[in-house]
């Protein structure tokens, strides 16, 4: 595996159009726990993997969408309905939440998956090399990385405590929890622990890390979370807490740092996979794919202020130094 560090400040590259032959149009299910407005760019590299396979929404394949809107307790009726509509193929992201309401609802459809945690533990899949079954997909790990975040936010700020914040709701908070707690023993570094599930918990446990004085900020890996991206970058900027997220998106939009894999080249490896399931091959048959590059995502801007903040009380801040 491969760690890179991308300094934020650059536009997106559009992606080039390119030409496929006409093919009878099919019909696929899109099932997410997130929204459409902060989906753009997922759905777009859906889009593109579908293409790789000459799948092309609007001319030869029509998709069904479902979102969850971050309730999770919705997914499951989400599901049942795409079933009903007897789709080709059923490609879910968001997280684990998804995935398992797709295996729940059907046997027999194909469905490509996106997880952050191992699908195997999960119970999704037999194995990642020769699944099974019919599902398949990408596991993103990026659940799997709180330890490696915690331990990032200790070298860089070497705060005196640190705060979690993890959703009760999400699949996996349990794992989450005991990786953090687990890591925070090894280096021996004071954590606080808050659950938030609504947007009404996040106000609160920002209220209750600023009274503890909290020195740095872990955002557990979660789609809830990664739905509300502003209002955390924000609402720790108001609160002068250094944060670590799992999605470069946190980082674009403000936030100091995040640690993770990519979900655009999670959900191309989607689209690719759809295709070629809609071509005939079988989806136990297809490896679950895992990425091999993780990013260190700074944001200068955030990160000089953070420089300032840490010198006034006296903490060790070289490492925010640009090379």
């Known amino acids: 595996r491969r760690d890179f560090i991308t300094l934020v400040g650059g536009g997106v590259a559009a992606w080039p159009r390119v030409a496929h032959t006409q093919q009878p149009t099919r019909m696929i299910g899109f099932l997410s726990s997130r929204s459409p407005s902060e989906s753009t760019h997922i759905v777009a590299a859906f889009h593109q993997g579908l293409r790789a396979a000459d799948y092309i929404e609007g001319q030869n394949l029509t998709v069904q ?12 009726a989400l599901a049942v309905d ?8 059923i490609a879910t992201t968001g997280g684990q939440a998804s995935a398992l309401a797709a295996k729940a609802a059907t046997s027999t459809i194909p469905v490509v998956f996106t997880t952050g945690e191992d699908p195997v533990k999960l119970g999704i899949v037999a194995s990642l090399n020769l699944p099974g079954g019919n599902l398949t997909g990408v596991n993103v790990l990026l659940s799997e990385l709180e330890s490696k975040r915690l331990g990032l936010l200790h070298e860089l700020i070497q705060p005196p405590l640190i705060g979690v914040l993890l959703n009760p709701s999400y699949p996996g908070s349990d794992i989450q929890l005991k990786d953090v707690q687990g890591a925070a023993h090894t280096l021996g570094q004071q954590i606080h622990v808050i659950n938030a599930s609504s947007e009404e918990d996040i106000h609160a446990a920002f209220t209750t890390f600023a009274q503890l004085r909290t020195g740095a900020l872990l955002v557990g890996a979660d789609p ?20 670590i997220y799992e999605l470069r998106e946190f980082a674009m939009a403000g936030g100091l740092m995040s640690y993770g894999s990519s979900l655009p080249d999670a959900l191309r490896v989607v689209g690719v996979y759809v295709g070629r399931i809609l071509k005939g091959e079988k989806p136990g048959d297809l490896p679950v794919q895992q990425p091999t590059k993780f990013d260190l995502v700074i944001n200068l801007k955030t990160a000089n202020e953070t420089r300032r903040y840490c010198v006034s009380l006296g903490h060790k801040t070289n ?5």
């Open 224 to 243: 809830f979370f990664a739905g509300r991206s502003k209002l955390l970058v924000t609402l720790a900027a108001q609160h002068a807490i250094p944060a």
């Open 319 to 323: 490492r925010f130094r640009p090379a």
């Open 82 to 89: 795409l079933v009903n509509q007897q789709p080709a193929v």
């Open 65 to 76: 969408y479902r979102w969850a809107e971050g309730h999770y307790d919705r997914l499951t």
